[in-house]
């Protein structure tokens, strides 16, 4: 669990500060009637509230909606994840233009001075909506490189917080690829970012719990194990179980015949005289070989033609997206 923190801690802003600004629980406490109104900068009621104050280093290039008040902004610039010197935009590049939308910058940091200047940080800042038309999306997230590999020098958005909620009221939908469902892109359909074609017809849709692909043994002594899996696909999952319950009951069959045939041998094989034993079993044993044998065989094909179908990769009904992984 999280750990609970104030709200409001007034130990946060400079020492000058503190001798000013009236905290919002002495405020409350000072008032000995019912309020009417409220300190246009106590805090209350969604007035202005007094916080550590955290100066951006805007790059040269930036046009930043702001306020002095608010650990708040929307940087309009190039590609920067951390310093002046990061990103495309430190490399001088074209068609690297960003829109960064971020709260709380450096917040995970508790300690920062009222005062502090401070350049992006994708680890630090608190959330942030990040789009750019040439960014190193997965690097500069510390995204996992997983199944796809990183992305570089592509288009990207980022979305980074504490929790993230994407809510359809009637329905969500994560597609990858590229559309076919517009004209005008030339014999490859739609092109990437950097007017490329898309080779892949279904690029992964990856699901990486815990930012982590493979894990190793007890105390890292045991196998690597790939814990970034394709998920399993419904419809091929019921075909194959209602396959297999057939072949089971097949060999169920099998095996059936085969007890009977025997309780039919084996109870000659108690009766007397001797000589009736000898037509018995010459009876019991061409049966199995009618009724039994030719059913094991056909039960041994198509166990076999089920593993092929389904358990392997080049299987038509192959049990395991190739397309779509998960932790």
């Known amino acids: 669990m999280a750990k609970k923190s104030k709200i409001y801690d007034h130990s946060l802003l400079g020492a000058l500060r503190q001798t000013i600004v009236i905290p919002p629980a002495q405020t409350l406490s000072d008032q000995k009637e019912t309020m009417n109104t409220v300190g246009s900068h106590s805090g209350l ?66 300690k920062l001075p009222d005062g502090y200047s401070v350049n992006n940080s994708f680890s630090g800042d608190a959330a942030r909506i990040y789009i750019s038309q040439m960014t190193d999306i997965d690097i500069n997230f510390g995204i996992e490189p997983g199944q796809a590999g990183r992305i570089k020098g592509r288009s990207g958005i980022g979305i980074k917080a504490d929790a993230v909620r994407i809510i359809g009221r009637e329905g ?14 030339g014999l490859f359909g739609e092109q990437n970012s950097r007017g490329g074609k898309i080779t892949q017809p279904a690029p992964p849709i990856e699901l990486i719990a815990g930012n982590i692909k493979q894990e190793s043994g007890f105390l890292g002594l045991g196998p690597t194990t790939r814990i970034l899996q394709g998920v399993a696909k ?22 059936f015949n085969l007890s009977i045939l025997n309780i039919t041998a084996f109870a000659s094989l108690g009766v007397t005289p001797i000589p009736w034993h000898a037509a018995a079993c010459t009876l019991a044993t061409s049966q199995i070989g009618a009724w039994v044998l030719p059913s094991l065989y056909h039960s041994r094909v198509n166990k076999t033609l089920w593993e092929v179908n389904y358990v392997k990769p080049f299987g038509d009904k192959y049990v395991v997206s190739t397309n779509v992984f998960a932790t």
């Open 234 to 255: 419904g419809e091929h999952v019921r075909d194959a179980f209602r396959e297999l319950s057939e072949i089971v009951d097949d060999i169920w069959s099998s095996l």
């Open 172 to 185: 969500v939908k994560i597609v990858s690829g590229r559309s076919y469902a517009f004209k005008g892109h």
């Open 45 to 110: 009621y969604n007035s202005v509230v007094e916080e550590p104050r955290v100066n951006f280093v805007a790059a040269g290039n930036n046009i930043l909606l702001t306020d002095s008040t608010k650990n708040v902004g929307i940087v309009i610039g190039s590609d920067r994840p951390s310093t002046q010197a990061s990103g495309y935009g430190g490399k001088g590049a074209q068609k690297a233009n960003t829109i960064d939308l971020v709260v709380g910058r450096i917040a995970s940091n508790s």
